[in-house]
């Protein structure tokens, strides 16, 4: 078995063990903290919703018979921060007053930050969290900032410390900050050195479904589209995130297979909503550029663009509306918006690429040829693949 296929099978294996003598003794306080933490590492290595679900139950329940806990806080925290549940993650936090100074709770405060567009307070803090011990998770988090409003070059710097903090039994944890380094590599058109951290990835810890998506973006830029989509359809069956089969349909539909892109593009936005109508927020700017782009309906673009940016603006979120809002043929609006996002420093080829589109649809073609400088720039080949 790959190095995937081991440790998913070991955290199915703890999970039941734990199962078993938690059912006889359900006040085993120790052994279910335990199993909720071990059904998030089974959650985060699936991505699969139904096990998020899963764990959510357990962490209801914890807090229902024990209090709030400091460890199963910070649990509801981390989870709900991933599935931008902001506010809540604060309150989570807020439930068990010391975790906000815990180097974790910080961490978990200064990512909400950043999600809600508050940048030169999320960079104070990581920067503090790193000065006070460099640990490789506070330096990746640090090397993100860096990639997205600071020095690129700095972040990938960062990203290698992260590396060398690294033991030999944290593979899982190195090939996750070689993906970053080569997404870092992808977003400025280096496809060599994208493939290389790639390679890395896949060799530290093998079978693993994400390196495979990652690869498939990485051939899209490329222009080698029949090799991403059997990459594609190869993890598509892994993994059930409906993202996976919006990129297929995209891909699809480059390669003039309408009829099969448009039933891919389907699947996907079904399953957003499905989310959405369970109470789920996350996808909401999946389906802003979906309905932008794969399924051409511009105005409810704009309507999910709006509702994500309502729960954390940022420069992504105001760039989403911005694109969103220029398809609906709204160019006033998006370009007040596309200036809030570039106002934040960003420097990302795609935000760029934006901001050019809509200057030359209001006419103006001079800043329109700034943008594109400045997206080119960045990215020379001018592939802006989004990597969600």
């Known amino acids: 078995m790959s190095g995937y296929e081991v440790e998913l099978a070991r955290a199915r294996r703890d999970i039941g063990a734990l199962e078993v003598m938690i059912g006889r003794n359900e006040r085993a306080l120790e052994l279910r903290v335990r199993l909720a933490y071990r059904q998030f590492h089974l959650a985060s290595l699936t991505e699969d919703e139904v096990e998020f679900e899963r ?8 807090i229902d018979d024990f209090g709030p806990l400091e460890d199963v806080c910070l649990l509801k925290a981390n989870v709900d921060a991933r599935f931008h549940r902001l506010d809540e993650a604060r309150q989570d936090l807020s439930m068990c007053p010391p975790l906000v100074q815990r180097r974790a709770g910080r961490a978990i405060l200064a990512e909400v930050d950043f999600q809600q567009g508050r940048y030169a307070e999320a960079r104070h803090a990581f920067a ?5 011990e460099r640990t490789w998770d506070v330096l990746a988090r640090l090397a993100h900032w860096e990639s997205k409003l600071g020095d690129p070059d700095e972040a990938d710097r960062l990203y290698e410390e992260a590396e060398d903090q690294l033991t030999a039994k944290e593979m899982r944890s190195f090939a996750w900050v070689e993906l ?3 997404d870092l590599a992808l977003a400025r058109g280096r496809f060599t050195n994208a493939q290389a951290h790639y390679q890395r990835a896949a060799a530290a810890f093998p079978g693993h479904w994400l390196t495979d998506q990652r690869d498939a973006a990485l051939r899209i830029a490329e222009g080698k589209a029949h090799i991403a989509e059997a990459l ?7 993994c059930p995130k409906p993202e996976l089969k919006q990129a297929l349909g995209e891909l699809l539909t480059s390669l003039g297979k309408t009829e099969e892109a448009r039933g891919w593009l389907e699947k996907a936005a079904a399953a ?8 789920g927020v996350h996808y ?5 550029e ?17 509702k994500d940016i309502a729960q954390r603006s940022n420069f992504s979120t105001q760039s989403m509306l911005a694109w969103t809002l220029l398809k609906n043929g709204e160019i006033a609006e998006g370009l007040r918006w596309i200036r809030v996002a570039l106002a934040s420093g960003v420097r990302d080829a795609g935000v760029f690429a934006t ?29 802006h693949v989004h990597i969600h």
């Open 272 to 279: 957003f909503l499905q989310s959405v109508q369970e109470g």
């Open 355 to 383: 901001a050019a589109a809509l200057c030359r649809a209001s006419g103006d073609a001079a800043n329109g040829e700034q943008y594109d400088r400045a997206a080119v720039a960045i990215n020379p080949t001018r592939q």
């Open 180 to 182: 970053q380094r080569g």
């Open 290 to 306: 979906l309905y932008a782009d794969g399924l051409g309906q511009p105005a409810e673009a704009v309507r999910w663009a709006r």
């Open 232 to 238: 594609l359809r190869s993890v598509i069956p892994r």
């Open 55 to 62: 764990l959510g139950k357990l962490i209801t329940t914890l």
């Open 284 to 288: 909401y700017h999946h389906l802003a």
């Open 128 to 132: 503090m969290l790193a000065e006070q």
